[in-house]
């Protein structure tokens, strides 16, 4: 079988771990490639709901492997909580699955420092999810960071703990003095963890290679969407990764050349958690209809979704950025009531009609979208599995997509569940 990436193509919350655990089947190892626990991916298997924020959703299938790459952030206390979880819901993860030594640490300054810098940005808060993402990202880059194996050298890691709150000690002093003390205490405790973590680690880079070299299929999962990648989202609206294709490889350690598809996975609508432009959005009822039928509230904290129509102009530029290969469209019931349906295919800016995406904050808040309006199909499509069950008016609707942006359809998703899924 091939190997996949399977990426968000919109601002994230597409439904990449349903389509993660189908193609699962299909694959021998789950990677996951970036992101930290401000990524949700929601799996129902059997009408019970499984919610993963750094287990890759191949953890479900109980003969696969996975792994978490070294561009992933992770925060140690919420992995082994979700661990802990997974115990208890009798999935085994011993001996399958394994953490990057070269992963960078969550600390807890990093999420004290976020929520001190969102209430600093007042007005302009960028909608984060708290969890100290962005913070831990900076200091890999600045070097700063902490990675998972530095917790075996014990002076080097307080050494380094010591460090980063003196560098950070302008912001953190804002804090009590007793929290100030409190804060470098639970950050010195991580240390204890290490024996924890230890059965986890891997040189995950030449375990992906050597397996790629035995003919093993890998499956590489993304986190959020692209239009949140650090270098091609809606700066600075956006997430502190590169979420698209290519962090495969800089967040694995694997070659491009092993790619063999790109899945991009497409909402059959558009959402937004956070703060941000989104030239689709509907602040109007029919913004509540979508996000009440397709339960728009995120996984990772329950924040309600920003909706709207489908926008062909930022998919377009989605796809391109990607390379995808075929087409994952989630949701498609949700559009079952609707007797019509919008697609925007430009932007009018200033007199002119855009069709490619600038990801620029003052043309994308400034911009209205120019629609194609398409009749709905009003029927149940719910738990359809045959695409020929699927009401002409939704054929059309599909087809439209898949021909705007030039890119077959792989499966469509009917519903939460595994087997609510059309496969092409």
């Given at each position: 079988?091939?190997?996949?990436?399977?990426?968000?193509?919109?601002?994230?919350?597409?439904?990449?771990?349903?389509?993660?655990?189908?193609?699962?089947?299909?694959?021998?190892?789950?990677?996951?490639?970036?992101?930290?626990?401000?990524?949700?991916?929601?799996?129902?298997?059997?009408?019970?709901?499984?919610?993963?924020?750094?287990?890759?959703?191949?953890?479900?299938?109980?003969?696969?492997?996975?792994?978490?790459?070294?561009?992933?952030?992770?925060?140690?206390?919420?992995?082994?909580?979700?661990?802990?979880?997974?115990?208890?819901?009798?999935?085994?993860?011993?001996?399958?699955?394994?953490?990057?030594?070269?992963?960078?640490?969550v600390?807890?300054?990093?999420?004290?420092?976020?929520?001190?810098?969102?209430?600093?940005?007042?007005?302009?808060?960028i909608?984060?999810?708290?969890?100290?993402?962005?913070?831990?990202?900076?200091?890999?880059?600045?070097?700063?960071?902490?990675?998972?194996?530095?917790?075996?050298?014990?002076?080097?890691?307080?050494?380094?703990?010591?460090?980063?709150?003196k560098?950070?000690?302008?912001?953190?002093?804002?804090?009590?003095?007793?929290?100030?003390?409190?804060?470098?205490?639970?950050?010195?405790?991580i240390?204890?963890?290490?024996?924890?973590?230890?059965?986890?680690?891997?040189d995950?880079?030449?375990?992906?290679?050597?397996?790629?070299?035995?003919?093993?299929?890998?499956?590489?999962?993304?986190a959020?969407?692209?239009?949140?990648?650090?270098?091609?989202?809606?700066?600075?609206?956006?997430?502190?990764?590169?979420?698209?294709?290519?962090?495969?490889?800089?967040?694995?350690?694997?070659?491009?050349?092993?790619?063999?598809?790109?899945?991009?996975?497409?909402?059959?609508?558009?959402?937004?958690?956070?703060?941000?432009?989104?030239?689709?959005?509907?602040?109007?009822?029919?913004?509540?209809?979508?996000?009440?039928?397709?339960?728009?509230?995120?996984?990772?904290?329950?924040?309600?979704?920003?909706?709207?129509?489908?926008?062909?102009?930022?998919?377009?530029?989605?796809?391109?950025?990607?390379?995808?290969?075929?087409?994952?469209?989630?949701?498609?019931?949700?559009?079952?009531?609707?007797?019509?349906?919008?697609?925007?295919?430009?932007?009018?800016?200033?007199g002119?009609?855009?069709?490619?995406?600038?990801?620029?904050?003052?043309?994308?808040?400034?911009?209205?979208?120019?629609?194609?309006?398409?009749?709905?199909?009003?029927k149940?499509?719910?738990g359809?599995?045959?695409?020929?069950?699927?009401?002409?008016?939704?054929?059309?609707?599909?087809?439209?997509?898949?021909?705007?942006?030039?890119?077959?359809?792989?499966?469509?998703?009917?519903?939460?569940k595994?087997?609510?899924?059309?496969?092409?």
């Open positions: 079988m091939p190997n996949r990436v399977v990426v968000g193509m919109q601002w994230g919350d597409e439904g990449k771990g349903k389509i993660v655990d189908i193609l699962t089947q299909e694959a021998d190892i789950v990677a996951r490639f970036s992101g930290g626990a401000n990524a949700g991916h929601t799996v129902v298997i059997d009408n019970q709901k499984f919610i993963l924020h750094l287990v890759p959703a191949g953890i479900l299938h109980q003969n696969k492997t996975c792994v978490i790459g070294n561009g992933v952030v992770v925060d140690l206390e919420h992995l082994f909580s979700e661990l802990k979880e997974l115990k208890k819901r009798k999935i085994k993860f011993e001996k399958r699955l394994f953490l990057s030594q070269n992963a960078h640490l600390m807890p300054y990093h999420q004290v420092i976020e929520r001190l810098e969102e209430e600093a940005r007042g007005t302009h808060k909608g984060t999810t708290g969890r100290g993402i962005g913070p831990a990202y900076r200091d890999k880059t600045a070097r700063h960071g902490i990675r998972i194996i530095d917790l075996f050298d014990t002076q080097l890691f307080k050494q380094r703990v010591e460090w980063n709150l560098i950070k000690e302008g912001l953190l002093s804002l804090l009590p003095e007793h929290e100030l003390i409190a804060l470098k205490n639970k950050s010195l405790d240390l204890k963890l290490k024996r924890k973590v230890k059965s986890l680690l891997a995950v880079s030449l375990f992906l290679n050597q397996s790629i070299e035995k003919g093993k299929s890998i499956l590489f999962e993304g959020q969407g692209a239009l949140l990648d650090v270098d091609f989202g809606t700066y600075p609206y956006c997430t502190s990764s590169n979420t698209t294709a290519g962090g495969a490889c800089s967040g694995l350690g694997i070659s491009p050349v092993v790619i063999d598809e790109v899945i991009g996975v497409v909402k059959a609508y558009t959402t937004r958690v956070g703060n941000g432009p989104f030239p689709t959005e509907e602040k109007t009822k029919l913004g509540e209809i979508l996000k009440e039928s397709g339960n728009e509230f995120g996984s990772t904290t329950g924040r309600p979704r920003r909706c709207g129509w489908l926008d062909l102009v930022s998919l377009k530029y989605s796809f391109r950025i990607n390379g995808v290969s075929k087409i994952a469209l989630t949701k498609l019931d949700v559009l079952d009531s609707f007797d019509k349906i919008r697609i925007c295919v430009g932007y009018k800016y200033r002119k009609t855009l069709t490619e995406f600038v990801p620029h904050l003052r043309i994308l808040d400034n911009s209205q979208p120019v629609y194609k309006e398409l009749p709905g199909w009003q149940n499509t719910g359809i599995t045959n695409f020929k069950n699927l009401p002409d008016k939704a054929k059309r609707y599909l087809d439209f997509i898949a021909k705007q942006l030039k890119t077959p359809i792989l499966m469509i998703s009917t519903g939460v595994r087997d609510q899924t059309i496969r092409l």
